[in-house]
């Protein structure tokens, strides 16, 4: 079954104490070269039936009303799974 | 006698405490289930705080979309007095009842203190036994209680006089302005991060000058609501 992706970040003007704590923790670990880290959130929803330009702005719709809030957070992308060229586990 | 609900979500956990300080404040308390669309015939509502769905998706998203949010929204729309403690107040910006959004505390740890407030309105359902200005120690415990809005709904808030609380000696969690706890126009939905509930008899509150866990400053709260429900009859 085809899966949709949404992909959501906090906003940039807040702190992201999260992404703060592991940039910290890679400095101590001697990767001080990454000067920052921002921790987001990546939503997959698989689909019964087919991707069509209604489900997907249906999920655009959900996106922006209920998986992110977005006085806090920002949706960066809705896309398909398949549409992806590389995925970390395929580079192995 | 009034009757005011305490809604129990999965993952409520101070729904025992609001339940007691209902009953200290003069009123019945009436057990009220996520699950549900129904409010029983109460005259006011508490959300109280914990770890809704275990804060998934964000604090408050889940159970501000659970079933019994939609006679709620109604409720409070309609003016009924709803307060929002810790996760109640999440559930409630959530929920689009009132402005804004509570994100991690700026210094990333989760905080748990007695922590001074000014009462900035008492123009509220659940404020109005207060002074204007009155300061009371309430205990404070939260990890994601940094208040936050955009320029324009801030300047509203501060403008219109719908700042409830403001933090005092210390911003325990970087929230703009010191915001603490904010009411809609209304003045019916009040939502803050400090938990009143835990100060409502002597014994069991906040330390004060006169004996160690005497403080009762959140008793005002459930106070209020009973006398203007009693002045509303």
Redesign the interface.
């Known amino acids: 079954m085809p899966t949709i992706v949404v992909e959501v970040m906090p906003k940039a003007e807040l702190l992201d104490p999260a992404g703060k704590a592991v940039a910290g923790a890679l400095h101590r670990l001697g990767k001080g070269h990454f000067t920052s880290v921002r921790i987001g959130k990546r939503f997959e929803l698989t689909v019964d039936g087919p991707v069509d330009d209604a489900v997907l702005a249906e999920v655009r719709e959900l996106a922006e009303e209920m998986l992110a809030n977005t006085v806090i957070e920002d949706v960066l992308s809705v896309h398909t799974l398949d549409t992806e060229t590389v995925t970390a586990g395929e580079t192995h | 006698m009034m009757r005011i609900g305490v809604i129990t979500f999965p993952g409520s956990l101070d729904d025992h405490d609001a339940r007691r300080a209902v009953r200290l404040g003069g009123a019945e308390a009436v057990s009220l289930w996520h699950g549900e669309h129904d409010l029983k015939g109460v005259d006011a509502i508490v959300l109280p705080g914990g770890f809704s769905y275990g804060d998934y998706?964000?604090c408050g998203?889940i159970a501000a979309?659970s079933p019994i949010m939609s006679e709620v929204i109604d409720a409070a729309n309609a003016g009924m007095p709803v307060l929002g403690i810790c996760n109640g107040f999440q559930i409630l910006?959530?929920s689009h009842l009132l402005?804004?959004?509570l994100?991690?505390?700026?210094?990333?740890d989760f905080i748990c203190r007695d922590q001074r407030l000014r009462v900035e309105s008492t123009s509220t359902a659940w404020t109005n036994g207060f002074t204007e200005g009155q300061e009371i120690t309430v205990p404070l415990k939260n990890g994601e209680g940094?208040f936050?809005?955009?320029a324009d709904t801030i300047a509203r808030l501060e403008g219109e006089g719908l700042v409830v609380f403001r933090y005092l000696d210390v911003n325990p969690n970087?929230s703009m302005n010191d915001i603490a706890g904010i009411a809609n126009e209304r003045g019916n939905v009040v939502g803050l991060m400090p938990h009143p509930e835990h100060a409502t008899e002597p014994g069991f509150g906040p330390d004060t000058a006169l004996a160690m866990r005497s403080g009762t400053d959140g008793l005002t709260f459930f106070t209020s609501v009973v006398s203007s429900f009693a002045a509303s009859v």
């Open positions: 998706l964000r998203a979309r910006v959530e402005p804004g959004g994100v991690r505390n700026d210094h990333g940094g936050i809005a955009d970087g």
